[in-house]
């Protein structure tokens, strides 16, 4: 959170920001606009989860303590595996194969202590208090068939946040910004427009 603030501070920006985020870094959009709310205008949150586990009975944010345990696991015992499996599962059906040649080049690409460092703060951070302090309206683009985050993440992040909306766009996987640019540019274009 701080980065994007200190970015925002270095280019002399005071207000007037549209931050788009996705996924763990709508959380970030998220708190940086709780922290200075003149600097926001709107967000715009991609896939966003204020928390990946699971608080039954009111919260399901798609994985059990064991299944975020066991991904960490296999990421430090095979991080070529972890990277291999994981990213068929964010790419999602039928863009498995592309994207997710793509994003696992990526992953491999990343220091595996810098990844597990991220990986374990991104599963574990639970930042669902932090959302009714949230003043500045925010479209919530939810994925159609998202595994890392269910319909019921952004039901219920829409619920939280005032002047919310929600839209959910007829994808597959946890990328729409990469799969279907164009759905996520369109729904920008007409959410702003509103404004």
Same mark, same amino acid.
């Given at each position: 959170m701080q980065d994007l603030l200190d970015v925002c501070d270095a280019l002399g920006i005071e207000r007037g920001v549209h931050f788009v985020g996705h996924s763990v870094s +709508?959380? @970030?959009g998220l708190l940086a606009s709780i922290e200075r709310p003149t600097l926001f205008d709107r967000l715009i949150l991609v896939g966003p989860s204020p928390c990946y586990l699971n608080h039954a009975p009111d919260y399901f944010g798609g994985f059990e303590r064991k299944d975020l345990d066991g991904l960490l696991d296999l990421m430090d015992q095979n991080f070529m595996g972890w990277s291999s499996y994981l990213a068929p599962i964010v790419a999602g059906a039928p863009q498995a194969d592309s994207l997710g040649g793509e994003l696992s080049e990526s992953f491999f690409s990343t220091d595996p202590t810098? +990844? =597990? @460092?991220?990986?374990q703060a991104t599963f574990f951070a639970d930042t669902r208090e932090e959302l009714? =302090?949230?003043? =500045?309206?925010?479209l919530i683009l939810q994925?159609?068939?998202d595994a890392l985050a269910p319909h019921?993440?952004?039901e219920y992040m829409h619920k939280k946040l005032r002047d919310s909306t929600l839209e959910v766009l007829d994808v597959t996987g946890h990328c729409a910004h990469m799969s279907?640019?164009?759905l996520v540019t369109? +729904?920008?274009q007409r959410y702003l427009s509103l404004a």
């Open positions: +709508a959380s @970030i810098m +990844a =597990r @460092i991220f990986a009714s =302090r949230v003043t =500045r309206p925010s994925h159609g068939n019921s993440v952004g279907h640019p164009h369109a +729904a920008m």
